[in-house]
């Protein structure tokens, strides 16, 4: 089950990848078609602004619960490294279950916010005019898949041995 | 409720969940929670909370992070950044400490094209690491100047960090982005020479080439740079000139640079199928996780606003009577501290919100300002025992190198960027003389 | 008893509004003590520019300035409020202020206050000299507000960040923006300006909105001492006809050169947009931009 959830959550995050590829052609297209006259095609993609940064927020979003997975969101380990292992790995606990309860709060509210916006008929309206909820609903939905994560990643705390975690603790 | 206790609870709390371990990015959104609940109302606050998260990184001025950290990605996973490297390495010549200069040249050269720092130090770790130590090169001269050129890269354009220094902070992203150029050069030049002195004065730090002089001469030595340094140098051009001819936006250009890089990269026939998905999933990862502390830090920083909190943070300092250099400098000092616990964009999203109302009160350059930040989180990367470079360079050096060799081989580099700083402090003209000329 | 009402701005603090706007709290809380004050929490840094609409919605704050063209996803209608024709002080008079408030209280849960900000026509701003209407062939920087008006002049339009325009004039990314009459030295573009296309058009819509039940939960001495300032503050809108007049004599300054139609085209081209922007409005919600349209219009 973890292991199908694993290939869930890679699954996700390779669609993030096609979306920043695609982010990419969106910005370029613009640009050549603002500067080169091509007949029969517009002047600039006038919706390339907000299209690309929905995919932004999108890529955001379908990456962060595989790099849970993969332990590369960032953290601070000095003081965790520098207490005794079984400490340290208590402290992982307390860190787990504060992130998990993170995670469902903001997937609950989140949800609250979407249904908001989906029962009033909220628009939004700039080049495109797109129902609101489109763009809030995925928050939630990913804030839940990492609740579901952080449930496989105190498992596998458990599973482990009692010391702190190797995560990564930075990346710039 | 004053704001002494929302400042308190904020900055403390998020101090205190960060040095747990939780990963950064949920530190900040637990604390959110915390705040938004306290300070907006209850369950209003958590809603609007959400969907201030969501408006935080669906913002077109954050696309050149993923975009620059592309182009590294691209060079690296296609080979192209080791062609780079051997070009380099058969101008240089006759040069004490041959292979450490051609390192930091290298280094500058990629500085130019990839926007990651980490990337950069870990490539060349990899490739010319080895060489050196087979050649007998102390490893102290081997280590230093491969993490050194690794934070430079940090202040030569494209850099991911300084697009997103600039996004949180206000401060114009173009203007920052160029006005890292000139400290950055400097910093290169000065590693050199100090390359140079050290193996002078010193010989045994690093034994000379036995081929040294030798190896093909004319156009065979002068091949590879055209073939290769030229064209991916190119790349700067394309950016460059797109902004200079009016085609695109400063944020635009990211994405043109990226582009150009995977156009170079398949003239080569290097850009593979495999090696794009690679190249695209490193810079997921990188800017994903980037990212994702953005969505919790702005609305942090807005919530921080919002309780009172900066506010009153900011007329407490301002109003202290201290000059405006001691302030700027207590601000630098804090940054440096930070930077010897704690990571490059943690140390942004902490401190972002109580100092640019500072820079903005006190009527300080902000490109200025903006520059010696990012000089402060370049120095991070190299303090021990927490700095990133440090910790790179420990997972791609073989075991004969040990940590002390690496804390040791640090240092002068260390006290270089901290003269540097100081340098930008006193002539502000290092930094700001670029950016008015340019942009 | 003493309320405290709750106040964030859209718009950022430096900026004229806030400056105005900050000078009219100053009175309120002085003169309001024991009945009602405002606590000014704070401009974008606090709430987003474009959440502030919903934050006012939700009641996660009492009070805001605010524009329409920030909270259209509150409800399309807020961004109707640009084609006003006819001062505040009317508005109030012939039933407009009142259809506004009917439209606000039943979709946006607020109480739409005081407009602060009265007579800043927007203009076309141009880097290329145009002789007629037409901005074919050139690229010009829109916010929403007159998107729909430059594309029906043929412009190819071009979305910047704010930050970011001063760059693009520069390079010719753009040859032009949208503006109102005020407000772009603050950001140095008159630098990088050559032309202002006279007449402006529209009228940039700058009001203090609330929180409905927040303003149905004050006291009748609360709530008539709140009207009787907001009064006051409509009462000083005469300022920004002066504003405007400076403005235009400072773009002169500056070598801004005013781009002139003839009479007949002059007219035709205020009552396109106009036509542009009714059609806009007609398109999102028919029946109150039917409605509207009759009230913000002069009688003839
Ligand atoms: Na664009
Ligand atoms: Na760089």
């Known amino acids: 089950m973890a292991r199908a959830y694993g290939r869930l959550l890679a699954a996700l995050a390779l669609a993030g990848c096609a979306l920043l590829f695609a982010m990419m052609l969106v910005i370029v297209a613009d640009v050549a078609l603002r500067n080169i006259p091509v007949p029969g095609l517009p002047r600039?993609?006038?919706?390339?602004?907000?299209?690309?940064e929905l995919m932004l927020y999108l890529l955001?979003?379908?990456?962060?619960?595989?790099?849970?997975?993969?332990?590369?969101h960032i953290r601070v380990d000095i003081l965790l490294q520098a207490l005794p292992p079984r400490l340290a790995w208590t402290l992982e606990w307390v860190g787990d279950a504060l992130g998990l309860a993170c995670c469902l709060f903001m997937a609950w509210y989140g949800a609250r916010a979407a249904w908001e916006s989906w029962a009033s008929g909220s628009l939004s309206i700039k080049t495109l005019v797109t129902p609101e909820w489109w763009s809030l609903a995925p928050l939630p939905v990913v804030f839940l898949l990492l609740a579901g994560e952080m449930l496989f990643r105190m498992a596998r705390l458990y599973a482990g041995e009692r010391g702190p975690r190797r995560d990564a603790v930075s990346a710039a | 409720m004053n704001w002494e206790f929302a400042a308190w609870l904020m900055l403390g709390?998020?101090?205190?969940?960060?040095?747990?371990?939780?990963?950064?990015?949920?530190?900040?959104?637990?604390?959110?929670?915390?705040?938004?609940?306290?300070?907006m109302g209850g369950e209003v606050g958590l809603a609007q909370l959400a969907r201030s998260s969501v408006s935080s990184v669906a913002a077109f001025s954050l696309t050149p992070i993923p975009l620059f950290v592309l182009m590294g990605e691209v060079?690296?996973?296609?080979?192209?950044?080791?062609?780079?490297?051997?070009?380099?390495?058969?101008?240089?010549?006759?040069?004490?400490?041959?292979?450490?200069?051609?390192?930091?040249?290298?280094?500058?050269?990629?500085?130019?094209?990839?926007?990651?720092?980490?990337?950069?130090?870990?490539?060349?770790?990899?490739?010319?690491l080895p060489i050196m130590l087979a050649r007998g090169y102390h490893p102290t001269l081997a280590t230093g100047p491969l993490m050194a050129i690794g934070a430079v890269d940090m202040l030569i354009p494209p850099s991911a960090l300084t697009?997103?220094?600039?996004?949180?902070?206000?401060?114009?992203?173009?203007?920052?982005?160029?006005?890292?150029v000139v400290p950055g050069a400097i910093l290169s030049v000065a590693f050199v020479l100090w390359i140079v002195l050290r193996?002078?004065?010193?010989?045994?730090?690093?034994?000379?080439?036995?081929?040294?002089?030798?190896?093909?001469?004319?156009w065979a030595r002068w091949r590879p740079f055209f073939a290769y340094v030229l064209p991916t140098l190119s790349i700067f051009g394309v950016v460059v000139g797109a902004l200079a001819a009016g085609w695109a936006t400063?944020?635009?250009?990211?994405?043109?640079?990226?582009?150009?890089?995977?156009?170079?990269?398949?003239?080569?026939?290097?850009?593979?199928?495999?090696?794009?998905?690679?190249?695209?999933?490193?810079?997921?990862?990188?800017?994903?996780?980037?990212?994702?502390?953005?969505?919790?830090?702005?609305?942090?920083?807005?919530?921080?606003s919002f309780s009172g909190a900066s506010n009153g943070l900011v007329q407490l300092i301002t109003g202290q009577g201290l000059s405006t250099a001691a302030v700027v400098a207590g601000m630098l000092g804090l940054l440096i501290f930070l930077g010897i616990f704690v990571d490059q964009v943690s140390m942004m999203m902490i401190t972002l919100p109580i100092f640019m109302p500072i820079v903005q009160a006190l009527a300080v350059d902000p490109v200025w300002f903006g520059v010696m930040f990012l000089i402060c989180m370049q120095l991070g990367l190299l303090l021990p025992p927490h700095g990133l470079l440090l910790m790179t360079m420990r997972g791609v050096a073989p075991p004969q190198v040990t940590m002390a060799h690496i804390f040791r081989a640090v240092v002068p580099y260390v006290a270089m960027s901290l003269l540097l700083l100081a340098a930008v402090f006193h002539w502000p003209a290092i930094a700001t003389w670029l950016p008015a000329l340019i942009g | 008893q003493e309320a405290t009402l709750r106040l964030v701005s859209a718009f950022a603090e430096n900026g004229i509004y806030v400056q105005r706007l900050q000078t009219w709290i100053q009175k309120f809380n002085a003169e309001g003590k024991g009945v009602l004050q405002i606590n000014f929490i704070g401009g974008p840094k606090a709430i987003p520019s474009f959440e502030v609409g919903n934050a006012v919605k939700t009641g996660v704050v009492d009070m805001a300035l605010n524009t329409g063209a920030f909270y259209t996803n509150v409800m399309p209608e807020a961004d109707f409020l640009k084609l006003t024709r006819i001062p505040v002080a009317e508005q109030r008079r012939n039933g407009a202020f009142d259809a506004i408030n009917k439209v606000w209280n039943d979709k946006g849960n607020m109480q739409y206050l005081a407009r602060m900000v009265e007579n800043q026509p927007f203009h076309?701003?141009?880097?290329?000299?145009?002789?007629?209407?037409?901005l074919a062939g050139l690229k010009v920087r829109i916010t929403p507000v007159y998107r729909d008006f430059f594309q029906a002049l043929n412009a190819s339009v071009v979305t910047t960040a704010p930050g970011e325009v001063y760059t693009a004039l520069e390079r010719g990314v753009v040859d032009g923006y949208g503006w109102p009459i005020g407000g772009i030295f603050d950001l140095n573009w008159h630098e990088r300006t050559k032309f202002r296309v006279d007449p402006g058009f529209y009228d940039a819509e700058v009001s203090l909105i609330m929180n409905l039940p927040a303003y149905r939960r004050l006291s009748e001495p609360q709530r008539a001492y709140l009207q009787k300032q907001l009064l006051a503050l409509e009462g000083e809108n005469g300022f920004w006809t002066r504003y405007a007049q400076e403005e235009t004599a400072r773009q002169e300054k500056a070598g801004i050169q005013a781009v002139k139609f003839d009479a007949a085209t002059s007219k035709a081209f205020v009552d396109r947009a106009y036509q542009v922007g009714w059609a806009g409005a007609e398109k999102q919600s028919p029946e109150i931009a039917a409605r509207f349209k009759a009230l913000f219009s002069p009688s003839r």
């Open chain 1, 44 to 52: 600039g993609l006038a919706w390339s602004n907000e299209v690309s």
């Open chain 2, 163 to 180: 697009v997103l220094l600039g996004s949180l902070s206000g401060i114009s992203i173009s203007k920052l982005l160029i006005g890292g």
């Open chain 2, 250 to 304: 400063p944020t635009e250009c990211a994405a043109l640079g990226a582009f150009a890089t995977l156009v170079l990269a398949a003239c080569y026939r290097a850009l593979t199928a495999q090696a794009l998905l690679k190249a695209l999933q490193g810079t997921a990862a990188i800017s994903g996780m980037i990212l994702f502390i953005i969505l919790g830090a702005t609305t942090f920083a807005q919530i921080l």
């Open chain 2, 75 to 128: 060079l690296f996973h296609t080979g192209l950044a080791l062609k780079v490297i051997e070009g380099i390495e058969r101008l240089i010549r006759r040069v004490p400490g041959r292979l450490a200069v051609v390192a930091v040249v290298a280094g500058t050269v990629f500085s130019a094209i990839s926007g990651s720092t980490i990337a950069t130090t870990a490539m060349l770790g990899s490739l010319m």
């Open chain 2, 13 to 39: 709390g998020s101090t205190v969940l960060l040095f747990l371990g939780m990963p950064v990015a949920l530190t900040f959104i637990t604390v959110n929670i915390v705040g938004a609940w306290l300070y």
């Open chain 3, 124 to 134: 076309i701003y141009l880097n290329k000299k145009i002789d007629k209407p037409d």
């Open chain 2, 199 to 218: 193996v002078k004065s010193n010989p045994r730090l690093a034994p000379p080439d036995p081929d040294e002089g030798a190896g093909p001469s004319g």
């Open chain 1, 60 to 72: 955001t979003l379908l990456v962060a619960p595989w790099l849970l997975r993969q332990g590369q």
